[in-house]
């Protein structure tokens, strides 16, 4: 029984410390996402800048799609921390 504790204890640090570097990516996504609206005005006439914005839009893509992978890993991890709480 103790050591169930001690475990749950464990995966509790540790999805706190995962939503902490989640809400850190977050930010520096969403400080991206400014950049990309500033790049999209700017590459509208210019075909080096618009590839330059595509490419900069498939690195965005990639590393939300590797925060959705440690989002999913977290809650596989710990079931229901990631879900609202209907059944109470």
């Given at each position: 029984m103790h050591s169930r504790i001690k475990r749950l204890e464990e995966l509790v640090a540790g999805a706190s410390e995962l939503i902490a570097r989640l809400k850190e990516e977050n930010g520096v996504l969403r400080k991206q996402v400014e950049l990309l609206g500033a790049a999209r005005n700017k590459a509208s006439s210019n075909t080096a800048a618009a590839r330059e914005?595509?490419?900069?839009?498939?690195?965005?893509?990639?590393?939300?799609?590797?925060?959705?992978?440690?989002?999913?890993?977290?809650?596989?991890?710990?079931?229901?921390?990631?879900?609202?709480?209907?059944e109470q």
């Amino acid at each position: 029984m103790h050591s169930r504790i001690k475990r749950l204890e464990e995966l509790v640090a540790g999805a706190s410390e995962l939503i902490a570097r989640l809400k850190e990516e977050n930010g520096v996504l969403r400080k991206q996402v400014e950049l990309l609206g500033a790049a999209r005005n700017k590459a509208s006439s210019n075909t080096a800048a618009a590839r330059e914005l595509a490419d900069f839009r498939a690195k965005v893509r990639r590393r939300l799609e590797r925060i959705c992978a440690k989002i999913e890993k977290a809650n596989d991890l710990q079931p229901g921390l990631f879900e609202e709480e209907d059944e109470q």
